[in-house]
């Protein structure tokens, strides 16, 4: 994980939060917790916790993300989630969830964390920093 500024804080996206405990990104997600840089957004907290498999899980998943920092969905982020389909022409085909995940931190002045092609087609057009996490 590569970030121009270090201290700047990071949306978890979903893809990320799937791939955070695998060996090649267990490392950067661990220093990006200890730097206290996570940041969560209610749309990818809706899609990580939709992932739960029972109660248990969805308790815990909802206390991991609940507490983090936010990134607010708000009206002029889906403005500029729109702008940026526009801006995007035929390479719009992104999942909703994820203009909206960079619409977010955009608005913030966040990153976003993440392990998908999306992101970076989105920084094009959306003043915000896209962070690979290694996979």
Aim: net charge neutral; glycine share 4%.
């Amino acid at each position: 994980m590569t970030s121009a500024d270090p201290a700047i804080p990071l949306v978890i996206d979903t893809s990320a939060w799937i791939r955070h405990q695998r060996p090649a990104s267990v490392g950067a997600w661990k220093a990006a917790l200890a730097a206290g840089r996570l940041v969560s957004c209610p749309v990818a907290t809706l899609e990580i916790i939709r992932t739960a498999r029972n109660e248990d899980e969805f308790d815990l998943l909802s206390s991991t993300f609940t507490p983090l920092p936010q990134a607010p969905v708000t009206a002029s982020v889906c403005r500029a989630a729109l702008a940026a389909s526009r801006d995007l022409g035929a390479r719009r085909r992104i999942p909703v969830p994820d203009y909206l995940i960079a619409a977010a931190a955009a608005e913030r002045g966040f990153g976003v964390l993440h392990a998908d092609r999306h992101f970076d087609l989105l920084a094009e057009v959306l003043p915000f920093e896209s962070v690979r996490l290694p996979e």
